[in-house]
């Protein structure tokens, strides 16, 4: 008989487990990484079959999968989506102890051959079933609890890897293909980095990202997202004629019928083979381009999958044979700031250390005091952290119910860093930034430190051996403080720094020396001034020929070089602004700092050079390219927004938004036919502007 603990213990799991099934799959939001979700989960199967008496039928142990939404129609699966039996065992054991049952299961002896079967990747997405009447997509579902899901046609059509018709002319009647929806890792960062500035919310792992877009209820939201699809098996089929006999060749043929499988897939004969691959894969598993939660082995013909059949809906021809969770949950020990080469001060979560991703992980990003806000996290919090691939740990949510009593107070950065923690210098946040900077520019030891790094880089000056810690000996011990001062470092300093032997201070002096001689466009690059990269510094050394003409240039003139907006020729004339900031190049002339100069490719003067113009609404015959590309011929600037410092809004039919600022800034406002007879005054004498 159950004792009343063991009783009290499972009603709170399955209130707990109730209530984070809700948070995922109602609300989207999930309140606990899947490695904890599964833990209680499988204390509360461990504690029903030790009692079987106390199992009640609306315990969470007594559904299969996920519960569909209301809101989408729920379709009955032809065939059953099965799931798939997962080994914990993350270790190559796990690869044996799967052949060892299967061999059992199908009678062999050591005496018999090796089994074969197909190694895939598990991807971690939301599964899905495709239908295909006459090589044409007709309906789409969701997995949902294996024998219903939910309809989500529209929003898989979004999904650009998903052919909407096969390629065949002969096409089986049906063909339905099985597979998982997920998103890359770069689409995912892209996505999110983009809501981020918009301040708009982020996901919180692709995977979330996926199953979330799916079961968006307005396919144009779930258009917006970036989503991809790999399959990994088959529904119904009828009416295929020269049907494959084994997995791998379903594969190949799904591929040839245009439906994406994944290229990472081996054919493997018995246990080595599959622990072969495990380990293959998980070695390269940061390096690819989506996140798995694991691989898959799958016995490859489907005459001995038959032959053993399926345990309470888990096949017992395949597993799933993990890898280390990617997110996991830890508590926020304190949150600190860094500060970066521009001064930006980045937030950081210090963590008690916990194992994710297969790394000890104690810091996590936060990036920003708008992310932070969004989270709300505070020091005491559980957290969810997530390391996949190298992107830097980040915490994606805070678990509220888990947060100390009573509240810690909200985080706010200059409330706790009124000064930088580096140098001292007051902080602020720019109007209009998501940053919070320090103003010490080149006092910080920070920012010099990280400037002399960027200006000793491959792509910069190309000071070979000049790295993070020769550079951080160099600033703590007050040798160097600008990048001018590198030039002036003798051989007896370098050879008595820590780990210098006189060998490699020799060479570190000779790499000094020959950098000397560069390019005008890797020292405007190494000067790493804010928004200028490595292309926009190659145009203005193009553009300029030669650094004075480029220091003596206003922000009119340096808009005229290609692709320098409003913002990139502030962020270069308040660079050369900056006495210091000449000192520190005079020096480095002065010092020996060389290269060849020229007169320079400008475009000669446009009518249109130091305007700037806006686009809106369809023009009558000029595609927005075509006008683009005259108006830059003509030494005019596009740009995306009207501001104050828009000369002329150029606007077609269903001019929106950008026209009624215009007409709010009084902002000159020309159809089609007046910037022709602006790019081309002697045809059209006098101006054309439109009058509203
Ligand atoms: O990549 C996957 N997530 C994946 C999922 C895969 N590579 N193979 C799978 N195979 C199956 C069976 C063995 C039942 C055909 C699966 C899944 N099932 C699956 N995914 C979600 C539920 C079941």
Known sequence: MAS????????????EIERHNHAYYVLDAPTIPD????????????????HPEIVTSDSPTQRVGGRPLDAFPKVRHAVAMLSIRTETD???????????????ELGLSDADPQVEY???????????????????LVAAATRGDGETGEEVTQNVRTVHAIPLRLHTDAPPEVLEVRGEVFMRRDDFERYNAKQREAGKPTLVNPRNGAAGSIRQLDPKLAAQRPLSFFAYGLGEVLGWTHAPATHSATLDALEKLGVPVCPERRVCRGADELVAFHAEIAARRDTLPFDIDGVVYKVNRFDLQRELGFVTREPRWAVAHKYPAQEQLTVVEAIEVQVGRTGALTPVARLAPVFVGGVTVTNATLHNQDEIDRKDVR???TVIVR???DVIPEVVAVVIDRRPEPAPPRFDILQSYPACPECGSHVVRLEDEAAVRCTGGLYCPAQRKQALLHFAGRRAMDIEGLGDKLVDQLVDRGLVHTPADVYGLDLETLAGLDRMAEKSAANLLAAIDASKTTTLARFIFALGIR???EATAKDLARHFGSLDKLIAAKEDDLMAVRDVGPIVAQSIAQFFGEPHNLDVVRKLRDAGVNWAESAGVQQSAGILTGKTLVLTGTLPTLTREAAKDKIEAAGGKVAGSVSKKTDY???GVEAGSKLAKAQELGVAILDEAGLLALLEPHDAPGQRTLDF
């Open 118 to 136: 197909n190694a895939e990747l598990k991807f971690d997405g939301l599964a899905v079933n495709l239908r295909y009447e006459g090589g044409v």
């Open 90 to 104: 993350t270790e190559a054991s796990g690869a044996r102890a799967f052949d060892a049952r299967v061999r059992k």
């Open 649 to 651: 809004v150029v606007a």
């Open 387 to 389: 390391r996949a691939g």
């Open 531 to 533: 928004n200028v990269g």
């Open 379 to 381: 020091v005491g919090d």
């Open 35 to 50: 490695a904890e979700y599964d833990r209680l989960f499988r204390e509360l199967q461990a504690l029903e079959a030790e």
């Open 4 to 15: 009343s603990a063991v009783l009290a213990r499972a009603a709170a799991l399955r209130q």
